[in-house]
Each structure stands twice: as structure tokens, then as C-alpha cells.
């Protein structure tokens, strides 16, 4: 059985765990790597079970412990070539990070094929990545994205779970008063991050082409609410008529408490 948990999503932190019987990856390592193994530790999983960490873009919150854990736990680590060049220019890693550029076509790990996607973000090479499991379950992780890429439209199209991000209201970035209007603009940009409402429209999309688990996330801390994210595409879901917990089940990521879900 394939297994998903978000151990942490949120614009402070994240990493995702997917595994089964025969081992497990992660993807993205955005908080310490003692964070990490304690997570991991909750859901029963030493980082000796990790066969690799893939990374979507070099922004901390995707590899803030990756140097530390990676390293540690002697776990190779795979990105985009534009992603391991920043990250290097950035010396967020060294000699003690065995890291390799992921294969277009994809790699297996595990009993797990893990492919990338583009998505449209401002760094060098960003990327989601879609995983097809040993028992041929296929899961995604989908985060960081101004826009829906058809890159990411046509590799999603077939998942029975999607970890899609749901980052913020946009009424509630327009009216921060804390964040300048540079902040605000590369946040709505089409380089910037997906709004609840494109999240809603796209998360429709899915259901209706045969996604039965979603997963909202990298909610942000200041300008969304985890129950508006929920309803904003549990509403949209329901105009398009389909019925939850009978077509779909629809979560939020980044809660206090790992919860595993297994397909």
C-alpha cells in the first residue's frame, strides 16, 4: 500500500513523506533536520527508510535541513540542474551531499518511480514531482506555482492523490498592510504562488478527471485560513457535483500532527 504524509506544509517549512513496505522518500526538507527525524519518528519511519530526498527549488523552506539530514543520514538527493547550480552558488550544500539532477524520464527509488514537472516560480528550475508507487498508485506533490503549467496539467491529470497548493485569499494579500506592494505583487504573479481560487479551479479539474484524495497546501501563515482554503474548493467541487467522501476527500496540510494517509 502506498502511504503519503505531509509531515510539514506551511510557508514557514515543508516536507513530504510518501513510502511503503519496501522504503520511502522525501520531498523537500525545509525545516531542521532534527524537526525532520522526529516528524518521521512519529509516523514510524527512520531516516534509514529514506532512499532519497528530491528537492522542488532552492528556497529555505524547502532546504532549510537538507545539508544536515542528507548528509547524516548519507541519503543522495535529487533536483533540477538549474536547482543543484543555486544551491551551490548559495553553499546551502557541500561535498557531503551526494546530489545527482533528476532524470526527465524519471528515477526509481524504492520500488517507487519519481518523475518531475515544471511549475512557474521565481527561482532557477522549479519543479513538482509525480510518483508512481510499487502497488500502481500515483501521488503528486504540486506546490509553488503561480500558474497551472500544462506541464503540471497533463502529469496530474491521472493521480489518485495530489498534494496541491492552496498558499493564500487574495483579498487578504491585497489588504496586508504588513507586506509592501513589491511582496504582494510576486505573490499574485504568475511566478509568485496559487490562490485559493485557482487552487479550486484546478482541484475540480482533478476530481473530475479521476483524483479521489486532494490535499490542499503551503497555505500561508499570514494571508490564508485553513478552513477558507477548505471551503473555497470544497464549494467549487460542489458546483462541478461532485460529492464529498463519495467522489472525493479533501484535506489540509500543515496541522500539528502528521496524518498518514494510505491508498
Do not use: W
Not at 60 to 78: E, Q, T
Not at 81 to 95: F, R, V, Y
Amino acid at each position: 500500500m502506498a502511504r503519503f504524509c505531509s509531515l510539514f506544509s506551511s510557508s514557514s517549512g515543508n516536507s513530504t513523506y510518501i513510502g511503503s513496505g519496501g522504503g520511502g522518500i522525501l520531498i523537500d526538507a525545509g525545516v531542521s533536520a532534527r524537526q525532520i527525524t522526529l516528524k518521521l519518528d512519529c509516523i514510524g519511519v527512520s531516516p534509514a527508510d529514506i532512499g532519497a530526498i528530491f528537492i522542488t527549488h532552492e528556497h529555505s523552506d524547502h532546504i532549510k535541513g537538507l545539508r544536515v539530514f542528507a548528509s547524516k543520514n548519507k541519503i543522495p538527493v535529487y533536483a533540477t540542474e538549474g536547482t543543484i547550480n543555486s544551491l551551490i552558488s548559495a553553499k546551502a550544500i557541500d561535498s557531503s551531499v551526494d546530489i545527482r539532477v533528476i532524470n526527465p524520464g524519471g528515477t526509481e527509488v524504492c520500488g517507487h518511480f519519481v518523475k518531475p514537472f515544471s511549475t512557474s516560480h521565481d527561482v532557477a528550475e522549479s519543479c513538482g514531482y509525480t510518483v508512481d508507487a510499487e502497488d500502481g498508485r500515483k501521488l503528486a506533490v504540486a506546490t509553488d506555482t503561480g500558474i497551472i503549467t500544462e506541464d503540471m496539467r497533463s502529469a496530474l491529470a491521472d493521480c489518485d492523490l495530489v498534494m496541491i497548493e492552496s498558499n493564500h485569499d487574495i483579498g487578504m494579500v491585497r489588504n496586508n498592510m504588513n507586506y509592501p506592494y513589491m511582496l504582494k505583487r510576486r505573490i499574485l504573479s504568475d511566478v509568485g504562488h496559487l490562490s485559493n481560487t485557482a487552487c479550486s479551479e484546478f482541484v475540480t479539474e482533478l476530481v473530475n478527471s479521476g483524483t479521489t484524495r486532494v490535499i490542499l497546501g503551503h497555505l500561508s501563515k499570514e494571508n490564508n485560513i485553513p478552513s477558507l482554503a477548505y471551503q473555497t474548493s470544497r464549494s467549487a467541487l460542489e458546483c462541478s457535483g461532485a460529492v464529498e467522501s463519495k467522489d472525493y476527500i479533501l484535506k489540509v496540510a500543515g496541522g500539528p500532527e502528521p496524518e498518514m494517509v494510505v491508498l
